[in-house]
């Protein structure tokens, strides 16, 4: 069975770092790129990053960018968002989720990880 | 950057079929997916590759893409139907989300 969980969510102060992991289990991740998608509350999907899979290969949406750092571990089946100068708007539930490639689907996603940028 | 645009709400009667449009540039040249997310719950995959049901989908789930805009239609809508459904495309290397439209089973 395919799983993906996050972990690493929480409260941190404006300005702060997080780091948040995906732990995955049931398939070849070494196969997969891999994503983080995240949803600030009462709104829409929001693609954050992706990477691909040996982890020469990496994506930003442009409001994350120089912030945030996407990275994985093969040998661990784990991907990783480092998430450095947090600011109030980075405040969603963050997905992770996989896809065969560029312009493959999200077939997979994970439960998510609070993150809440507050004073 | 790419924009994929669709309307905030649909509203549809059980039974009837629902419509749902997502527009960006030139869309029928990429591939779209379709997701449906219910409160509290992770986004399902419901369409790929434009028309595409993974298994375990219902048959009344099919969508379409043709020139700038993709439709997600819902045949014999029911109740368990109403969700947020999501479009998303890929842009070079890089994905995009549409807004978002709330499905409103009346």
């Known amino acids: 069975e395919v799983q993906l969980v996050e972990s690493g969510g929480g409260l941190v102060q404006p300005g702060g770092s997080l780091r948040l992991s995906c732990a995955a289990s049931?398939?070849?991740?070494?196969?997969?790129?891999m994503h983080w998608v995240r949803q600030a509350p009462g709104k829409g999907l929001v693609w954050v990053s992706r990477?691909?899979?040996?982890?020469?290969?990496?994506s930003y949406v442009d409001s994350v960018k120089g912030r945030l750092t996407i990275s994985r571990d093969n040998a661990k089946n784990t991907v990783y968002l480092q998430m450095n100068s947090l600011r109030a708007e980075d405040t969603a539930v963050y997905y992770c989720?996989?896809?065969?490639?560029?312009?493959?689907?999200?077939?997979?996603w994970g439960r998510g990880t609070l993150v809440t940028v507050s004073s | 950057s790419y924009e994929l645009t669709q309307p905030p709400s649909v509203s549809v009667s059980p039974g009837q079929t629902a419509s749902i449009p997502c527009s960006g540039d030139?869309?029928?040249?990429?591939?779209v997916c379709w997701y449906q997310q219910k409160p509290g719950q992770s986004p399902i995959l419901i369409i790929y590759?434009?028309?595409k049901r993974p298994s375990g989908i219902p048959e009344r789930f099919s969508g379409s893409n043709s020139g700038n805009t993709a439709t997600l239609t819902i045949s014999g809508t029911q109740a368990m139907d109403e969700a947020e459904y999501y479009c998303?495309?890929?842009?070079?290397?890089?994905?995009?989300f549409g807004g978002g439209t709330k499905l409103t089973v009346l």
């Open positions: 989720t996989r896809s065969i490639g560029a312009a493959g689907n999200f077939d997979y």
């Open positions: 049931g398939f070849t991740f070494s196969t997969y790129w």
């Open positions: 990477i691909n899979v040996p982890g020469s290969s990496t």
């Open positions: 030139k869309l029928g040249d990429k591939n």
């Open positions: 590759q434009d028309y």
């Open positions: 998303q495309a890929w842009d070079t290397s890089t994905v995009v």
